[in-house]
């Protein structure tokens, strides 16, 4: 089979296509979790990074995760979108860092940081998107590039 036939470019946009939807909910959940319990955001900023946030940051911090993750889904703008999909989630990673370096800890019987390997799952794949963004076929920039290059017809 042509590395360049219909069959591998649809196999390759959608291998593509399956982590970004995945992805995009991913964070979209936590954009919208800022949303519906902006009390809870508020305190996991100052109680994990220090710093004390408004009542009114959450849902600012929600509402613009949340059109980011929007973006990422539909493939637009990819260079800067699927960037700041893995900046944002690598914020994340900075601030679990201590149990991910500890996964295997047990208290009162329960591997307390098991769960925090996922993130660097999430994190790795985001990067393979960033990494692949020029074969994201299936994309709204993809789909934008090639409406450029065809021709208009003639009237």
Known sequence: MDANSP???RNEALAILVPRLGLAWFLAVWGINKILATVQYQKIWGCFYGIEIGPSMPYIMGAAQVVICLAIAIGLWR??????G????????????PGLLAPFVIEDGFPVNRNQSIALAALAAFAALWLL?????????????RRKEVP????
């Open 86 to 97: 893995f900046v944002m989630h690598a914020v994340t990673i900075a601030v679990i860092l």
């Open 133 to 145: 963004r020029h074969r994201d076929h299936w994309s709204k920039d993809a789909w934008l590039r």
């Open 152 to 155: 208009p017809e003639a009237s």
């Open 79 to 84: 260079i800067v979108t699927y960037a700041l």
């Open 7 to 9: 069959i591998d470019h």
